[in-house]
């Protein structure tokens, strides 16, 4: 199981609707949507920071 960086969603590798590749890490995602939202803004969604203002609303 993956965690869609995006919307926190549970997922299995093998399910994931969209992937993508940044900084030598593949990220899984559920939807189309939380790939495009990733690749706009990468880094606020893959800094480890307290803060969870981060969810998505694709799904
Ligand atoms: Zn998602």
New binding site residues.
């Given amino acids: 199981m993956v965690v869609?960086p995006?919307?926190h969603?549970r997922i299995r590798e093998d399910e994931a609707v969209a992937k993508t590749e940044y900084r030598g890490k593949t990220y899984y995602?559920?939807?189309v949507g939380?790939k495009e939202a990733f690749e706009r803004e990468p880094e606020r969604y893959t800094e480890e920071t307290e803060d969870h203002e981060m969810h998505?609303h694709?799904?």
């Fill in positions: 869609d995006v919307c969603m995602f559920c939807a939380c998505g694709c799904c």
